[in-house]
């Protein structure tokens, strides 16, 4: 395994591809440096432009099979080092023409192909489709793990990458004009993607910022299995058909991503076909099932128009719909679909959105008659049809007439190679991955890399929310770049972080994650190592002590640590936990069954887990006492027979090097004897919690911890008893980051799981100030209270909801809302006199408007109610004052004075004449 320089097998640059023979001379010498460097070697290609041609074979060249197995590619960077097709290749004897073939049944190991141009030379060549052949960048058929890093893929015949199960990651990449011959000499029938890849369980392909530019067929065509697609930081431009086909995957998460299916580039490029044409259909679709999983579509500031039909199709199975921030313009201008539609016996399944807009599309907003979830806010406008059919889909609010959303989203430029060209470093986000608890300090982790500098030596940094940058240490143990970060610092509510990696030369790149920093799920505790927020509720049930318990569940189902440490008791050494559980099914997979954890001296050193543990462990049929002692697992001690759908008491102590647990049935009573009593000095302290590593549901009806050497107690005194807990609250309305104006209907939902619901005080507050009572409504379950937004300025407002029990316990919930007012009255005067047989009024006004887009003022005489004379005057700016004069011979009863801004806010008072 080494690394050749195809220069020195014979390799010359060609960039005007004058004759076969020179291109033929560059073939042999890339094949003659992949057989010197070996399976898993590296082909350098230098500065140049090497056009290559082969006259005996299909494919040019094919790693695994006629070549060595796992060969990489990398180059001085895709503006200095060029591979491309000759157009003097024998294509009438070979006309597949696959660049790079990874052979079937071959272990590749890890394929780098890096700082290089790949070029297809599509409109050089010749009808390859009328020959049975065609053309793809790089096809992978074997197992591995490959990655394209700051590569451009431009002009092949059919799909630039073909990924199989092989591909893990591309990042900094472009992809140009893929699949636009195979389109135009077909007629149509036959369209291309820039990536086809399968889904493959546990390896997640990571998009990540890169350009995609002008394709008959999608940006991304999930076809086979189960598994994750990450999109992350990219543009999209010009897709005939979409920006991804899913046909497969349990998860398509898209996340700052612009895209933008009908280009004036792409149709230039693309032959009208009869019938429909593939210049841009939509952005999502789901037209067949093949995966066993239902796959979510998950949508964080996306922005997606000019389709030619519909925005997003379930039209196979079943798709699960979550995400906020997307926004959807010029939908169905050609084709008359709905822009989010169900087809025929598939739907749409747990949608969850917090902020969708829709705006200037032809056709009616909804045809998702079978499917359901709820959609917290819809934002509207300009759309020539109505909304259309949600089925059972609830729109929480519904805003007619508002402005198109702003998702935050790459331009062109700030992705694929011109972001991070030539010797430029790598950079990505390992953690945090989702969201964090406010007022924890988060263990931060970023990869970086440079082609010219080692990995250790490189300058990295991250700033929150585009303030000051903060140094990152490099840890060897881990190879990642980290740092501590204090949430107290910021607000409630989503925040960007950015690392930025610069290199000696001064080169540097960047990589953004959008991070939800939120309150406590549940107070004084925080989801901890792979778990989130999301993994935990409160639940009810008679069967619980005091009528509720705690539930642990992910959604996901994929086996990893799951924890939630108990806050308030901080990290003792000395310490006794004391719960009671059940595990409502147990998981009889041979992989997983490990269920119910309590977590004693539990911490994270370099990246790994450390701490005490004690499960229910299915596969063995046995309760196990373990330890991670830097992530790695050892068994302690297994003991006892648990019983599905059984509640036990656990009492677990770590007292100095002493480590002791039992368990016992929760109707029977507790036993003198600890069943575990031994000797361990890994861990000296840490957090106490519970959690668990199969994805199961475990509830928890009791927890009590002591520290210092007491030992934990049953709630008040006995195990019939539960301890007095806090309560929970969350704002039903309005929701975090709406715009709001005039008097706002608030509504909070507060629980407690010793109180009724309607029994707790709840109140509020904004920015800080003093509290206000919110009344509970029995019609809704909620508490409400009117809020006056005239009472402040206009712009971003925190509104804070508190809920107290009888016990003094509170808990409290934030969110972030802007307040927009409509334009204002500051005078209203109305003189009348008679003139003859009319009656004359003169009405003096003067408006104003803090946002400075006052736009028109209308004065209406009435009688009635219906409007017998009228004067309108044309406004700008924040203040305005004029005279209307209006008259009637009839016996006006009322004057109307009515001014709006440019968005369409109104204010109207009136006087009785």
Sequence with gaps: MSTENISDFGAVPNPDDPDFSSAKQNWRA????????????TVYVPAGTYYFARDNRSSFFEFGGAEP???????????????????????????????????????????EIADVRLDGNYENLSNLRAKGGGSRCINMKGAGDAHLTRVHVRGWYQEAILGRDMLRSVDYCTFEETAIADHNYSNGGHIGHHISTHASKGNPLEVTNSLFVDCSGSAIDVRYNEGEIRMHDCY?????????????????????VYHRANTPSLESKLDAIDGENFYGRCFVQRISDRADATPTLYLQNVETRDHMGYAIQAGAGQLVLEGDMVAIHNSTFSIPDEVLRDHSDSYFTNVSVDRLSIHDCKENLFGTQ?????????????????????????????????????????????????????GSPSVSWQSPTNSVTEGDVVHLQVEASDSEDSDDSLTVEYRTDGGSWSTMAYDSNTGTYEADWDTATISDGTHTLEARATDSAGNSASAKIEIAVRGPVFNDWTPRWESSHDDWSIISGSE???????????????RTRYGASYDTVGKPADVELLDKFRVPVFNSDSDLGFHARAYLRASVSGGNENGYWIEVENRRNAFRLGKYTNGSTATLKRFGTPVEDTFYYRRFRVEGDTVKAKIWQADQS????????????????????????????????????ATGGASAQF??????????????????????GSTLGGTVSLRATASDSEDSDDSLTVEYRTDGGSWSTMAYDSNTGTYEADWDTAT???????????????????????????????????????????NQDWNEYEIDWSVADSSADLDMVVSTLRHNGAVVSAQSTRISGDSASYLHALRDRGTADEIRLTVNDTENRTHTESKTL
């Design 30 to 41: 890339v094949l003659d440096a992949a057989n010197a460097a070996g399976d898993n070697g």
């Design 69 to 111: 197995r796992g060969i990489s590619i990398r180059g001085d960077g895709p503006k200095k080092s060029t591979l491309a097709v000759s157009r003097h290749t024998d294509d009438d004897a070979y006309p597949i023409q696959t660049g790079f073939y990874y052979a079937d049944g071959v272990d590749h190991g890890t394929v």
């Design 236 to 256: 999209v431009s010009g897709t005939g058909a979409n920006l991804c086909k899913l046909s497969a995957s349990s998860r398509f998460d898209v996340r700052r």
């Design 370 to 422: 079978h499917s359901d979830g709820t959609i917290a806010t819809l934002t509207r406008d300009n759309n020539q049809s109505g909304l259309g059919s949600p089925g059972n889909i609830t729109i929480k609010s519904d805003n007619p007439g508002g402005t198109p959303f702003q998702p935050a989203t790459p331009a062109a430029s700030e992705v694929g190679i011109a972001a991070n060209t030539d």
């Design 544 to 558: 619980f002590t005091g009528g509720y318990a705690l539930a642990f569940e992910h959604s996901g189902g994929n």
């Design 670 to 705: 507790e036993p003198a004897d600890w069943d575990v009593t031994l000797t361990d000095t890994d861990h000296s302290n840490g957090w106490v919690g519970l959690g668990s590593y199969d994805a199961g549901r475990v509830e928890t009806d009791v927890f009590s911890v």
């Design 715 to 736: 709630a008040g005194g006995d195990e019939t008893t539960k301890q007095d807990e806090s309560p929970s609250i969350s704002w039903q309305f309005p929701s975090s």
């Design 792 to 834: 402040i300025s206009d712009g971003t407002h925190t509104l804070e909801a508190r809920a107290t029990d009888s016990a003094g316990n509170s808990a409290s919930a934030k969110i972030d809302a802007t307040v927009k007012n409509a334009p204002v009255v500051e005078e209203f005067s109305v003189t009348q006199t008679k």
